[in-house]
């Protein structure tokens, strides 16, 4: 009896340990709450600028002897293109500066909880970077931190045709979104009304108004709350359960409110460490006179237009330089010359994910 006793718990505590959570993000500290000055000068900034393009790069991992790849690249541009399927509507959208593979077998089984920093080297400059493991035990995925400049992402994550969201959902969280459960470590509910004495949506939770309160009480297939919990003053929650920042059924999520997309355009226009991630809407190159490229990766990229060689500079890229372009329109004009040699390269391609 004993015996069968202890082979019940094991396996009980074996389907528990094994279960796989959204991500792992909680807020910390105190909640980043814009004023209501802030928030009307940025809306000036904001009708001006966006939509805003951010750029991404994506480093998928694979073991030392190059198998075992955390994900095909058919499924990571299915993942990316849903991704801009869902920020399109909040005039956010996307240039993917590339997709590479490192060899390395511990960061293919990435344990976040202890090897966090272990990505840090592995990050592209001037990119969101998004990093694919085979495994990310115990998760879908991470953001490290909110707001933040990379994010990791479970293979199975990005190989699953029902998981549509995952990396929508952890990319929120990069542009400063807290979850719409968010409980500020249990010491600030949120409470479900938005008026009289039991409002407090401005200060907990996702600290907006238009998401409604969430308990993270579940959601069926059919995207209905499932939970039946009530807040501090008694009030049956009614989460939105297809908001891309709750939890619930993966599938249902496709949506951000309009505060949710303020929110990230604010950070996307105030952070140090976001806003240099944005495209420019157009870029010239070279700008001081003739220039020759001969060595290094550079990235030239824009939101709307390109322009090589405009005027009297002239670029040439030659020898080891490997450069990319990349906006809705690149034009070369006379007086381009590339002729990289062995190890060089030029890429020079439109940006399919801005409209």
Same mark, same amino acid.
């Given at each position: 009896?004993?015996?069968?006793?202890?082979?019940?718990?094991?396996?009980?505590?074996?389907?528990?340990?094994?279960?796989?959570?959204?991500?792992?993000?909680?807020?910390?500290?105190?909640?980043?709450?814009?004023?209501?000055?802030?928030?009307?000068?940025?809306?000036?900034?904001?009708?001006?600028?966006?939509?805003?393009?951010?750029?991404?790069?994506?480093?998928?991992?694979?073991?030392?002897?190059?198998?075992?790849?955390?994900?095909?690249?058919?499924?990571?541009?299915?993942?990316?293109?849903?991704?801009?399927?869902?920020?399109?509507?909040?005039?956010?959208?996307?240039?993917?500066?590339?997709?590479?593979?490192?060899?390395?077998?511990?960061?293919?089984?990435?344990?976040?909880?202890?090897?966090?920093?272990?990505?840090?080297?592995?990050?592209?400059?001037?990119?969101?970077?998004?990093?694919?493991?085979?495994?990310?035990?115990?998760?879908?995925?991470?953001?490290?931190?909110?707001?933040?400049? +990379?994010?990791?992402?479970? !293979?199975?994550?990005?190989? *699953?045709?029902?998981?549509?969201? /995952? #990396?929508?959902? =952890? @990319?929120?969280?990069?542009?400063?979104?807290?979850?719409?459960?968010?409980?500020?470590?249990?010491?600030?509910?949120?409470?479900?009304?938005?008026?009289?004495?039991?409002?407090?949506?401005?200060?907990?939770?996702?600290?907006?108004?238009?998401?409604?309160?969430?308990?993270?009480?579940?959601?069926?297939?059919?995207?209905?709350?499932?939970?039946?919990?009530?807040?501090?003053?008694?009030?049956?929650?009614?989460?939105?359960?297809?908001?891309?920042?709750?939890?619930?059924?993966?599938?249902?999520?496709?949506?951000?409110?309009?505060?949710?997309?303020?929110?990230?355009?604010?950070?996307?226009?105030?952070?140090?460490?976001?806003?240099?991630?944005?495209?420019?809407?157009?870029? +010239?190159?070279?700008?001081? !006179?003739?220039?020759?490229? *001969?060595?290094?990766?550079?990235? /030239? #990229?824009?939101? =709307? @237009?390109?322009?090589?060689?405009?005027?009297?500079?002239?670029?040439?890229?030659?020898?080891?330089?490997?450069?990319?372009?990349?906006?809705?329109?690149?034009?070369?004009?006379?007086?381009?010359?590339?002729?990289?040699?062995?190890?060089?390269?030029?890429?020079?391609?439109?940006?399919?994910?801005?409209?």
């Amino acid at each position: 009896m004993k015996k069968l006793l202890l082979l019940l718990l094991t396996l009980v505590y074996t389907h528990v340990s094994a279960q796989t959570i959204e991500c792992d993000m909680h807020a910390t500290g105190k909640p980043i709450i814009f004023s209501q000055k802030q928030k009307d000068s940025l809306k000036l900034t904001n009708a001006i600028n966006a939509p805003y393009t951010v750029k991404i790069f994506v480093t998928v991992f694979a073991d030392d002897n190059g198998t075992n790849r955390g994900a095909t690249d058919a499924d990571i541009l299915r993942q990316v293109q849903n991704m801009v399927n869902q920020y399109q509507p909040q005039n956010i959208c996307f240039i993917l500066g590339g997709i590479r593979q490192v060899n390395n077998s511990d960061l293919n089984d990435h344990v976040k909880a202890d090897e966090a920093a272990e990505v840090l080297p592995y990050r592209v400059s001037g990119f969101l970077n998004i990093f694919i493991h085979r495994s990310l035990p115990g998760l879908n995925g991470t953001a490290y931190g909110i707001p933040n400049t +990379y994010l990791s992402l479970s !293979g199975g994550a990005i190989a *699953s045709l029902d998981n549509t969201s /995952t #990396l929508g959902h =952890e @990319m929120g969280h990069c542009l400063g979104l807290y979850h719409t459960f968010e409980t500020w470590q249990g010491t600030n509910p949120e409470n479900v009304d938005r008026s009289g004495n039991c409002l407090n949506c401005s200060t907990a939770g996702d600290v907006l108004c238009d998401t409604p309160a969430d308990d993270d009480g579940g959601v069926d297939i059919n995207c209905n709350y499932i939970g039946g919990g009530t807040d501090a003053c008694n009030v049956s929650y009614a989460p939105m359960t297809i908001n891309m920042m709750g939890y619930g059924h993966r599938p249902c999520r496709s949506v951000f409110t309009t505060d949710q997309r303020d929110r990230m355009h604010a950070f996307l226009t105030t952070d140090n460490s976001l806003s240099p991630l944005v495209a420019h809407d157009i870029l +010239y190159t070279p700008v001081f !006179g003739n220039y020759t490229v *001969s060595s290094g990766t550079s990235y /030239t #990229l824009a939101r =709307e @237009m390109v322009y090589v060689s405009e005027g009297n500079a002239n670029l040439t890229v030659n020898g080891t330089a490997q450069q990319f372009f990349q906006a809705k329109k690149v034009s070369l004009k006379s007086g381009t010359k590339f002729s990289p040699a062995a190890g060089g390269k030029v890429s020079v391609k439109s940006n399919p994910y801005c409209n």
